[in-house]
Nanobody, 116 residues
Framework: VQLVESGGGLVQRGGSLRLSCAASGFTFANDAMTWVRQAPGKALEWVSSVTLIGGGIPYYSDSVKGRVTISRDNTKNMLYLKMNSLKPEDTAVYYC?????????RGQGTQVTVSS
C-alpha cells in the first residue's frame, strides 16, 4: 500500500485548498478511504471518509461539515479533499488512509497552515 498526499500549503483564514492522495499497491476501487489530520501536539483526528458503495457515500466530522467535500476518482486511484472557509484551527498535517474511519495505513501527510 502506498499513499502519497499533496496539495497542502499556507493560506489565509477563509481560503481554500484541495488536497490530493495518490493511491497504489491495492485495488483502490474496492476500499473506503479516509482523511485524518494531526495538529501540533494533538492526537490524530478523523476528518472525513468516503465509501465505495453507492458512488461513494461521504461522511464528515462535525468540525469540518459544511466546509469540506471528499471525493474519489476510481479511474485514477485518486482521493481528494476540497476545503473551503479554512480556519486557523484547521492547521494540521493531513493524511489519507485506506479504510473507513481508519488512520492506518496512511501516507506521509501534507501540511496545511491557516494564518489568521
Amino acid at each position: 500500500v502506498q499513499l502519497v498526499e499533496s496539495g497542502g500549503g499556507l493560506v489565509q483564514r477563509g481560503g481554500s485548498l484541495r488536497l490530493s492522495c495518490a493511491a497504489s499497491g491495492f485495488t483502490f476501487a474496492n476500499d473506503a478511504m479516509t482523511w485524518v489530520r494531526q495538529a501540533p501536539g494533538k492526537a490524530l483526528e478523523w476528518v472525513s471518509s468516503v465509501t465505495l458503495i453507492g458512488g461513494g457515500i461521504p461522511y464528515y466530522s462535525d468540525s469540518v461539515k459544511g466546509r469540506v467535500t471528499i471525493s474519489r476518482d476510481n479511474t485514477k486511484n485518486m482521493l481528494y479533499l476540497k476545503m473551503n472557509s479554512l480556519k486557523p484551527e484547521d492547521t494540521a498535517v493531513y493524511y489519507c488512509s485506506k479504510g473507513l474511519k481508519t488512520n492506518y495505513p496512511r501516507g506521509q501527510g501534507t501540511q496545511v497552515t491557516v494564518s489568521s
